[in-house]
């Protein structure tokens, strides 16, 4: 076996995944990205717009366009926030939620296949390895800034 690192597991994984729900998603008229965002938003009371981004880690100007496309499909529909007059909020329409309860069918057969393959023992290790790569980037542990003066 060759030295793996683990960037590449990662990405390669993740682009096995990625196209696996691609292809699955175009069966249900759906895109991966539209699939995730319609599970981000919460289906009884709506998301702000201003925190869907973050939620999701993504750019504002994609999330601008996938919000867009989804709006036309009629999948979601933008009202004021009663809170802040400023603020928008999104809403799933009828059509939106049933994309979106698609889209979780999804995800879960993902995970129940991976359980049904993957002992428990190995599924608390993988989450435990994920946990500390996200603690390590989130504090900055990773590539620690020197300063030459």
């Known amino acids: 076996m060759k030295d793996l690192t683990i960037d590449y597991a990662l990405r390669a ?13 175009k069966n249900y008229g759906l895109t ?3 699939g995730f965002t319609l599970l981000s938003i919460d289906p ?13 880690g993504m750019e504002a100007t994609s999330l601008s366009r996938i919000l867009k496309n989804i709006e036309q499909k009629g999948y979601i529909q933008r009202k004021r926030n ?5 603020g928008v909020l999104i809403y799933l ?11 979780k069918e999804v995800v879960l ?5 991976v359980k049904e393959h993957t002992s428990q023992e190995d599924l608390v ?7 500390t790569i ?16």
């Open 109 to 113: 057969r993902f995970n129940e296949v």
């Open 13 to 25: 994984t993740w682009q096995a995944v990625s196209k696996m729900y691609n292809e699955e998603a």
């Open 93 to 103: 329409t009828p059509l939106g939620l049933e994309k979106r309860g698609e889209s």
């Open 32 to 34: 991966m990205a539209i």
């Open 82 to 86: 009663p809170k802040d007059g400023r």
């Open 125 to 131: 290790g993988f989450f435990r390895v994920i946990e």
């Open 134 to 149: 996200n603690k390590l980037i989130t504090d900055k542990k990773v590539y620690i800034k020197t300063t030459n003066n």
């Open 44 to 56: 009884k009371g709506g998301t702000p717009s201003t925190t869907l981004g973050p939620k999701m």
